[in-house]
């Protein structure tokens, strides 16, 4: 055998191996939208041109991912059920795989459009699945930072995709890029074939000896009788079904999971993102392709890197300080960006295009961005995954998860869908200033009601809500026990 005690686990710890399969579960589920959200941005150009199409055309091309995404999620939670997290994750990469594949050989443009729901319906299934099973295989000593990948592999898909644009910018370049995603999927089906399921789902069907052995690949073996046993007594108690999910003892819970998927989203990320062209434009970045620059390495770039901070210190920290601390610099920094474009004047934009130098207020604008970016990536954009899949029982989380990461894609789909129509309404002052007031709601709503859960497993968890209205003011409890 090997040379460390003839090939026994090294303090009772689980082989390395299963925790990476379960980290590549995590990265691949939120590569497949990243990824896809980096690409399309550039590929649009190509696609009108390729198909002659006209600007609607092009938005529904861009834009029908997220409701595909919305009714995947709806789906995922009921997959992640009954067929199982690992089940569920087989059908978002086959969805997926296909989708993409089918979008870059489209032959006309309605077909790209079927695609592109097809595409949305995998990535959906994954958002729900692939965190889920993190959270239920994760030991409670790294489950936040483990989550916290989700979202860093998301965002670092991005910045690929954006790098991706600007080395292949021309001809039918955009089918093959947006057709390299369909490798992301057989890459998830291959991990989904070597990896055991949840030791939550083999209990649920009542197989006491896969979860034994699923939770002997990820636990120390001297923690997996006492794992073992709480997580029977957590199901025991439960009743499955819409009635429990919807009923008073889990209330809290499942508002909490919908409020922070909201506020993920009603806090600007999109807005940012959508405008980022202009933006850069009164920055002084006068060509499109010195504004695509600037988007990859401000946007792409920071949003990567800052999410790091979160991976590192989501299990240190704790959730509620990094969300807390973060929505408030978001908040100030739009502020900084409301107060920027008050300060522009109208021809400000077509000044930094022709080739003037950036004023001020472009200058303060760009700050604010940037400052955005990163407090988004170190806080709620990360944190919100983590806690979602960790506040909800095991005998209902598909169910709850499935809503939460659902609210996620229908509100990004109305951010994005509205968008314009709110700058003509509130203008981009007032708009940025009405983002602003969203951050300062969350922050309160995160200190109100969010108890720290670093360091508790999922069925401490699950007690501490089942103490009904002291589950919110035993935070300061909480944070102490990891």
Not at 3 to 29: D, E, H
Not at 247 to 267: D, E, K, M, N, Y
Not at 390 to 410: D, K, L, N, S, Y
């Amino acid at each position: 055998m090997t040379a460390n005690g003839g090939g026994k686990r090294r303090r009772g710890r689980p082989p390395r191996r299963n925790l990476i399969a379960v980290l590549s579960v995590v990265v691949l589920s939120g590569a497949f939208f990243g990824y896809d959200q980096g690409v399309i941005s550039g590929a649009l150009r190509d696609i009108r041109q390729t198909f002659q199409a006209d600007t609607f055309a092009v938005e529904v091309a861009a834009s029908w991912v997220t409701p595909g995404a919305l009714v995947g999620a709806l789906l995922g939670g009921h997959l992640a059920d009954r067929l199982g997290r690992r089940g569920a994750l087989w059908v978002a990469a086959a969805t997926f795989g296909a989708g993409t594949i089918l979008q870059a050989v489209a032959p006309v443009i309605g077909v790209l459009f079927g695609a592109r729901l097809i595409l949305g319906l995998g990535i959906g299934v994954a958002s729900v699945a692939g965190p889920m099973y993190a959270a239920e295989a994760a030991p409670e000593r790294i489950r936040g930072s483990l989550l916290a990948v989700y979202q860093f592999s998301t965002t670092f898909a991005i910045f690929i995709g954006y790098l991706a644009d600007e080395l292949f910018e021309s001809g039918d370049s955009w089918r093959y890029l947006l057709g390299a995603a369909a490798l992301l999927g057989v890459a998830l089906a291959l991990v989904t074939t070597v990896i055991p399921d949840s030791a939550v789902w083999y209990l649920k069907r009542g197989d006491k000896r896969r979860a034994e052995a699923s939770l002997k690949a990820t636990t120390p073996e001297r923690k997996v009788p006492h794992k073992l046993h709480a997580i029977e007594e957590s199901l025991t108690t439960e009743k499955a079904g819409w009635r429990e999910v919807l009923s008073h003892r889990w209330r809290r819970p499942l508002a909490l999971g919908v409020g922070l998927a909201l506020f993920q989203q009603l806090t600007g990320i999109n807005g940012i993102i959508y405008y980022a062209d202009s933006i850069f434009s009164a920055a002084g970045f006068h060509t499109p392709q010195e504004q695509l620059t600037a988007t990859t390495w401000a946007i792409g770039g920071v949003d990567s890197l800052f999410t790091l901070v979160a991976v590192a210190f989501l299990d240190r920290l704790g959730r509620r300080p990094l969300l807390l601390v973060g929505l408030l610099g978001m908040a100030v920094s739009l502020v900084v960006v409301s107060i920027s474009f008050a300060k522009m004047s109208p021809g400000a934009e077509r000044a930094g295009a022709t080739g003037h130098h950036p004023t001020d207020a472009g200058i303060f604008l760009l700050v604010g961005v940037v400052m955005f970016v990163a407090f988004y990536a170190m806080s709620i954009g990360p944190a919100a995954w983590t806690v979602i899949n960790e506040i909800f029982p095991g005998r209902i989380r598909g169910r709850c998860v499935a809503i939460a990461t659902a609210t996620h894609w229908g509100t990004e789909y109305l951010v994005t869908q509205f968008f314009l129509s709110m700058l003509d309404a509130l203008g981009r002052s007032g708009v940025f200033a009405l983002f602003a007031g969203t951050c300062v709601i969350g922050f309160l709503f995160i200190w109100r009601y969010l108890p720290e859960t670093k360091g508790k497993t999922l069925e401490e968890i699950q007690q501490m809500w089942a103490t009904g209205g002291r589950a919110r003011r035993s935070h300061g409890a909480a944070g102490r026990s990891g």
